[in-house]
């Protein structure tokens, strides 16, 4: 499993008072991009270099427990489920009272980014995202 | 049901050239603020003037083909399941060539905003909820 | 002058209950992307099919009264200043109650896409700001 | 003076490859958030605990060099001037190759939160705002 932490910010909220919605989406994907580094690659290295890319096609959150700003979060990423052609993860959003206050996933799948079709997840990305399923 | 169009901005998109995924979650909430109008309430009441709130506890997105700045969404919203408590939203979101490229759904709760509690969903909501409920 | 209408979402506010500052420049480059249409051309027409690019170079933001979920703002553009590889957009926000909120102004250089280096602005566009130049 | 790093990530970036100029504003807000935690207040104390409120009246950014996902930003802030009832921070923004990349400032006047009028800056702000200020 791969953990980091933000702090919420005033940007993430707004006038209800807590984290607008599809801003725990925006975390979650902070801490994508942050796995990628972990993994030894990276978002703008993908974004920039490898011939394959691998778009969201599916996301969810549930929202469990109210965040604000200056709330402490550790995002735990695991990866769900890894096909052939795609792969999940699964965030969990912990805060500095260790309440659970926020679930989430994304599937992606692998494009090929000059035909624009589904192609077969690279060895290489598989090998690294294998580390990350949890027993 | 419920249609509305919006263009997609620069501000929805990312280094990808294509729509930031959790802003497919921020179009939908803007057409949620817009079926409000059309109910008769408006987002600004709920949040000033109700006893209660409601918010989202657990949203998804599919993403069906790519989006990006200047196509012409048109986002279709029904009312998919009406409970005691709570009650959800299906969208669509069609593209100017009349291509689906998305559908989401989010899951609203009825909150009291004194207690922070679950309440059941007032009448005049759930009256005006059923209108968009797909026969 | 150019104006348009734009009422003010969730997703612009922030917890302290009116918009994001940061969300104003959003707003301006919304209506800015909508001046483009105006003349004619769009925003993704720049960005994909033309031989310059005009990015901001220097923006800038008045705050004058607080605006929140539900203003409705009408936003004027005028054309500021031409120069010979530059113009500037200056922006009034004006609310539902014609209270002036926000005053705005952003510089543009004129890019070439490939050298990446200022050139002459094109006289097309040249010719297209200059009908709103205020007299 | 203050600094922080950052690093860019997706959500900053717009479909002209680099990050979309809002979001400047956005990342130096962020950075004003964290020297509140340096001062040892916090955003989140003011926005609920505090008398005054110290809302943004003017920002403004210049852009000097293109930023894109994963660049990492030392942003440093220094307070530009402090009057009776207003303060400016002045920001900087150095990517990985030392190379300054953006400057912005922010104006902020003190506001009671019960009156909404202008007042004095408090002391201890004032004192605590007079450790950033260049010498």
């Given at each position: 499993?791969?953990?980091c932490q933000t702090?919420?910010?005033?940007?993430h909220t707004d006038a209800a008072g807590v984290?607008?919605?599809?801003?725990?989406?925006?975390?979650?994907?902070?801490?994508?991009?942050?796995?990628?580094?972990?993994?030894?690659?990276?978002?703008?290295?993908m974004l920039n270099d490898k011939?394959?890319?691998l778009p969201i096609v599916h996301a969810e959150s549930d929202y469990l427990a109210p965040v604000t700003v200056g709330d402490i979060l550790t995002i735990t990423i695991k990866?769900?489920?890894?096909?052939?052609?795609?792969?999940?993860?699964?965030?969990?959003?912990?805060?500095?009272?260790k309440l659970l206050v926020g679930k989430a996933q994304t599937v992606h799948v692998t494009i090929d980014k000059k035909t624009k079709t589904k192609i077969k997840l690279p060895d290489e990305m598989r090998q690294a995202l294998?580390?990350?399923?949890?027993n």
């Open positions: 499993m791969f953990s702090k919420v910010k005033l940007h984290i607008f919605f599809a801003n725990q989406f925006t975390m979650i994907h902070d801490a994508y991009e942050m796995i990628l580094d972990d993994i030894g690659s990276s978002f703008s290295e011939d394959f890319f990866v769900g489920n890894i096909g052939t052609t795609s792969f999940s993860f699964e965030y969990t959003l912990v805060n500095q009272n294998e580390k990350y399923i949890e």
